[in-house]
T-cell receptor, first 116, second 110 residues
Framework: GAGVSQSPSNKVTEKGKDVELRCDPI?????LYWYRQSLGQGLEFLIY????????KSGLPSDRFSAERTGGSVSTLTIQRTQQEDSAVYLC??????????????FGPGTRLTVL | SQQGEEDPQALSIQEGENATMNCSYKTSINNLQWYRQNSGRGLVHLIL?????REKHSGRLRVTLDTSKKSSSLLITASRAADTASYFCALSGGYNKLIFGAGTRLAVHP
């Protein structure tokens, strides 16, 4: 079936504006993850959703970042009052089930965010 | 820190040569995974090795895991230009997320 999709693929915004990034996970996958990757760096975990459980928000860098997952499917990552240091590629991943993080994660192509 | 550390940071080889990348970590793990990333976008899962396994193969890939030394290696044999990418190890310690290292940038020259 279709893989993980993300939109937009690129987003350029001005400092101080709010942005919303969307992730459509693979159908039937109960776990969804958001990561951030700055240029030339590894992935930084942001937030994790599993079914109807409370999300793990431990990786969100500030209260300007929030995410929701509606109906256990589509997720939206919102960054309020964007700053230049928010510029990065934001990656979404999903996995079919969680057994202590054992599962393979399937990644979307990412959204490249540029804050001017 | 649970983060894996890849070594080397960058590797440049000729087509046909073998490429070896290493990952070291500090805490106990349930499994370790290797991913590939082309052009700074989405990652593709390559292979998963569990803590009770020592070696796994997948095509031209060979992964080893030494839990006593807390290290893993990824070997790509008979490399091709299309193998040019960044390679990341990711640790799973029984928690519901993967912790990624900073990656090794591999360049394979024709």
């Amino acid at each position: 079936g279709a893989g993980v999709s993300q939109s937009p693929s690129n987003k350029v915004t001005e400092k101080g504006k709010d942005v919303e990034l969307r992730c459509d996970p693979i159908s039937g996958h109960t776990a969804l993850y958001w990561y951030r990757q700055s240029l030339g760096q590894g992935l930084e975990f942001l937030i994790y959703f599993q079914g109807n459980s409370a999300p793990d928000k431990s990786g969100l860098p500030s209260d300007r970042f929030s995410a929701e997952r509606t109906g256990g499917s589509v997720s939206t990552l919102t960054i309020q009052r964007t700053q230049q240091e928010d510029s990065a590629v934001y990656l979404c991943a999903s996995s079919p089930q969680v057994r202590g993080g054992t599962d393979t994660q399937y990644f979307g192509p990412g959204t490249r965010l540029t804050v001017l | 820190s649970q983060q894996g550390e890849e070594d080397p940071q960058a590797l440049s080889i000729q087509e046909g040569e073998n490429a070896t990348m290493n990952c070291s970590y500090k805490t106990s793990i349930n499994n370790l995974q290797w991913y590939r990333q082309n052009s700074g976008r989405g990652l593709v899962h390559l292979i998963l090795i569990r803590s009770n396994e020592r070696e796994k193969h997948s095509g031209r890939l060979r992964v080893t895991l030494d839990t006593s030394k807390k290290s893993s290696s990824l070997l790509i044999t008979a490399s091709r230009a299309a193998d040019t990418a960044s390679y990341f190890c990711a640790l799973s310690g029984g928690y519901n997320k993967l912790i990624f290292g900073a990656g090794t940038r591999l360049a394979v020259h024709p």
